[in-house]
């Protein structure tokens, strides 16, 4: 672990950083060096009960309580992410009976979710539905095979998908940095897919068309919306919610599930694509609660930043990463080699899940230097080529220590905000 002095200056900004669920780091960025502090934009909220009743107030298509009319399966986002789901199950139990409903958790290839995640996803409802709930398990679950996706993608989805006639999604859209958008189609694949199928689905993020923001062009977005060609026949419904700066409701597009992805991004864009004027030297990127999971969900706050960050630059990202490295083929495949383009080589050679996030954080390490405010073991980090600090304090001042002059760009909920040079 490094630890510099601090550096003293006339004035400074004082700011607090988010660190785990409930925590903070103070962090000074002395004020000429300051050029920017990048939050999601500050739109319009009414609340959060009032923005979900809004949204089902407006739904596309089909009503809600025609949806109900027949057995419903609803699929809810596991405890990595931000989806204020017991909300939502408040406000849909004033309009329908959720009580002969059946649940699935889209866990895509996590591990299960624990007792205090399941508490938060359900809140006080949790007994009551729980015989109904079901947890996807990748490896795991029964799983049957529509069919092949245009990029030769094995459709196997979870038993309860292929066998419900109705089915509707929970979910939050934020941008995401292969598949262009969280949200809709991500909570069938990779959601309740077979392992196998996300691992042929993530594959395509090593291309170049997979980016941040996209979605025409994007194969791997165009691989999920193939998959859910396969479920033609039965009626879809989404219920996608968009967060704003202060993870509060900003609003929710209800409906048919393709129309109200599409809704949704709009209101995304808003909120989570910020303009900057230049790029900087140095680049603080804070995953807060609950995306600092672990190493690999921490990911997505460093590939982010880069759109801020100049060539050679400093890139600091915080996160407290409370359960760990996350998955091990990650890891094993970062600390494989110090030869950077060896190991890139080697993926792109043999590909297996978890190789996208390793060659997204390659790629930024071999123009960059990155550096890691986390409670992961220094070591860690070390072999993995990403230099470690006790504080983000202690990193900034050390980045600014070997760049004086470099600009500083600090970027809260850095795993969905977009910086963007306008």
Not at 52 to 60: E, S
Not at 177 to 184: H, I, N
Not at 192 to 198: D, G, H, M, P, Q
Not at 293 to 312: F, P, R
Request: glycine share 6%.
């Amino acid at each position: 672990m490094i630890t510099v002095a601090p550096l003293h200056c006339a004035q400074s900004m004082r700011l607090e950083i988010p660190y785990g669920k409930d925590g903070h780091q103070p962090l000074h960025v002395p004020d000429e060096r300051l050029q920017q502090v990048v939050r999601p934009n500050d739109v319009r909220s009414e609340g959060d009960l009032q923005a979900i009743r809004d949204g089902l107030d407006q739904v596309i298509g089909p009503s809600l309580e025609d949806f109900f009319k027949g057995e419903v399966l609803i699929i809810v986002n596991d405890g990595t992410r931000p989806t204020p789901t017991s909300r939502v199950l408040q406000v849909l139990e004033e309009r329908v009976d959720l009580d002969p409903a059946k649940f699935l958790i889209a866990t895509g290839a996590h591990r299960a979710p624990t007792e205090d995640e399941l508490e938060r996803i359900f809140g006080d409802r949790l007994h009551r539905l729980r015989p109904n709930i079901r947890i996807h398990d990748a490896r795991q679950s029964k799983t049957e095979l529509l069919g092949t996706s245009k990029n030769g993608t094995d459709i196997w989805v979870n038993e309860l998908v292929a066998k419900h006639e109705r089915i509707m999604v929970i979910t939050s859209v934020e941008p995401h940095y292969f598949a262009g958008f969280t949200g809709g189609r991500k909570s069938i694949l990779p959601g309740v897919c077979a392992y196998s199928t996300i691992e042929q689905n993530h594959k395509l993020a090593m291309r170049s068309e997979a980016r941040l923001l996209a979605l025409e062009g994007n194969p791997v977005h165009e691989d999920m919306m193939d998959c859910l060609q396969h479920l033609a026949g039965k009626k879809l419904f989404g219920v996608q919610v968009v967060l704003d700066r202060h993870q509060k409701v900003n609003s929710v597009a209800a409906g048919e599930l393709h129309a109200s992805f599409k809704k949704a991004v709009e209101c995304a864009n808003q909120v989570f694509v910020v303009p900057i004027k230049r790029r900087a030297g140095i680049v603080v990127s804070v995953a807060t609660f609950p995306m600092d999971v672990d190493l690999y969900q921490s990911q997505k706050a460093i590939e982010n930043a880069k759109g801020a960050l100049e060539e050679g630059g400093t890139l600091i990202f915080v996160s407290k990463c409370r359960q760990g490295i996350g998955e091990k083929r990650f890891y094993d495949v970062l600390s494989s080699s110090a030869d950077k383009d060896q190991v890139l080589r080697g993926i792109e050679a043999e590909y297996r899940l978890g190789d996208h996030k390793a060659s997204k954080i390659l790629e930024i390490a071999k123009r960059s230097r990155i550096c890691g405010v986390t409670s992961l073991d220094p070591e860690s980090l070390q072999r993995i080529d990403i230099t470690p600090f006790e504080s983000a304090q202690a990193a900034l001042d050390d980045a600014l220590a070997r760049d004086p002059k470099a600009s500083v760009i600090v970027i809260y909920d850095g795993s969905v905000v977009v910086p963007k040079v306008s």
